[in-house]
């Protein structure tokens, strides 16, 4: 299933409704269906042996982990939280990838004591001095490649300035550190999300792979027995399923071809790919107010709490709206949620069927970025999840 329609919404729907799995104010339902499909895909492209760890940030609900993890799929954790959720999931820890900004001392000490075989990329040369010389865990060292890419500029981590790994202009120093012992056996990128061109991405494997190899000879010449064996091309790109040209198929094909002579293990963490489409989120209209005769305001329980990018941040995102059991286009509203700031608005003018106490509006693809984002402003009580 590439992505929820209207009629599987509504079956989904009354078949959570028929369990006694909803709630009377707004229902988060996300697909086992639409989830296996996208798992599949990345199974079906990229090389047998690739490690997809997906991305624990962009939906962390324990029982799409624990299914992720009941595939055979690894995760990718953020902060030791996530690594936490990951191994609650039953992933073993030679999937799961930690790769937080910012890990303590102490974050460094569990995944060495507790999480042996995992890969834990170092985000910046200050971090790697706090790894015991036997640090039991693979280790990652994580590269700004500082290649372009086209995105929002909230979610573009390939600037000079970026926050996020060794920038490659420090490439004297990241050989250092790379040739003069060999406790670094991967390298990380990850150049930004919501990427649809994925030219960049393919640049920057090239730069990486090329830097790996070289790496890789000096070793050899040194007389080192472990080499760069893996690369970690973090996840980002939203691949665009109805193409033929621009998909997931050209992507692997392109990726394979740059390792053909190198074969590098590849390690990828895709969130948003995976998880957006997979999900609508259903409330019910609670009321409509009629300030002007033009202007109708349909309260529903799910707003900023729900879906903080949309209404905080300047990033284009466009849920597709409808409304359950409903057609047509009679009356313009104002979707407003349930919080107490003016800007707590889902939409400013959407021309949807006359709505009336009770109507249940539906909003897809919803699955990447809002739930695991739960906002507690008003302390209302998280949305109902329903895995069906
Ligand atoms: C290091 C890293 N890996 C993976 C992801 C997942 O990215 P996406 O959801 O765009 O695939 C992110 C997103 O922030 C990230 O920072």
């Known amino acids: 299933m590439k992505s929820i329609s209207k009629s599987t919404a509504e079956k989904l729907y009354a078949a959570a409704k028929a369990k006694g799995l909803t709630s009377t104010k707004a229902d988060f339902v996300y697909s086992k269906e639409a989830l296996d499909y996208r798992l599949s895909l990345l199974q079906d492209h990229f090389p047998q042996n690739?490690?997809?760890?997906?991305?624990?940030?962009?939906?962390?609900?324990?029982?799409?982990?624990?299914?992720?993890?009941?595939?055979?799929?690894?995760?990718?954790?953020?902060?030791?939280?996530?690594?936490?959720?990951?191994?609650?999931?039953?992933?073993?820890?030679?999937?799961?990838?930690?790769?937080?900004?910012?890990?303590?001392?102490?974050?460094?000490?569990?995944?060495?004591?507790?999480?042996?075989?995992?890969?834990?990329?170092?985000?910046?040369?200050?971090?790697?001095?706090?790894?015991?010389?036997?640090?039991?865990?693979?280790?990652?060292?994580?590269?700004?490649?500082?290649?372009?890419?086209?995105?929002?500029?909230n979610l573009n981590v390939s600037k000079l300035n970026s926050k996020f790994g060794i920038p490659i202009t420090q490439k004297d120093q990241i050989f250092k550190v790379l040739t003069e012992s060999n406790r670094f056996t991967a390298i990380h990128f990850h150049i930004g999300s919501g990427i649809s061109d994925f030219a960049p991405n393919l640049k920057a494997f090239q730069v990486i792979t090329d830097l790996a190899s070289e790496v890789n000879a000096i070793r050899t010449k040194k007389g080192f027995k472990n080499k760069i064996d893996t690369i970690d091309i973090g996840g980002g790109i939203d691949f665009d399923l109805e193409s033929e040209t621009i998909g997931i198929k050209t992507f692997c094909t392109a990726l394979k071809e740059i390792n053909k002579n190198t074969d590098f293990k590849i390690v990828t963490e895709f969130g948003k790919f995976i998880h957006e489409k997979n999900s609508f989120a259903i409330s019910t209209v609670e009321y409509i107010t009629k300030n002007t005769p033009e202007s109708h305001n349909a309260f529903i329980h799910i707003g900023a709490d729900l879906f903080l990018r949309k209404i905080y941040s300047q990033m284009d995102i466009n849920y597709p709206i409808s409304v359950l059991g409903k057609e047509g286009e009679d009356q313009t509203y104002r979707i407003v949620g349930p919080l107490c700031f003016a800007g707590d608005v889902l939409f400013e003018s959407v021309k949807l069927p006359f709505l009336e106490e009770g109507n249940q509006i539906i909003l897809f693809n919803t699955g990447a970025n809002t739930i695991s984002m739960w906002s507690r402003h008003c302390s209302r009580e998280e949305v109902n999840f329903v895995f069906v």
Do not use: M, W
């Not at 995760?75 to 030791?80: C, P, R, V, W, Y």
């Not at 999480?115 to 640090?135: H, M, Q, S, T």
């Open 50 to 153: 690739t490690l997809h760890a997906i991305a624990i940030k962009t939906c962390s609900e324990p029982e799409v982990l624990k299914h992720i993890a009941s595939k055979g799929f690894g995760l990718e954790a953020a902060s030791i939280e996530e690594v936490k959720l990951a191994q609650i999931a039953g992933v073993p820890n030679n999937k799961i990838v930690f790769d937080s900004p910012v890990k303590t001392r102490e974050e460094i000490k569990y995944c060495h004591e507790f999480v042996k075989g995992a890969l834990i990329n170092v985000n910046c040369f200050e971090e790697i001095e706090r790894y015991p010389a036997d640090f039991k865990g693979k280790l990652g060292l994580r590269i700004n490649p500082l290649i372009n890419v086209d995105t929002d500029k």
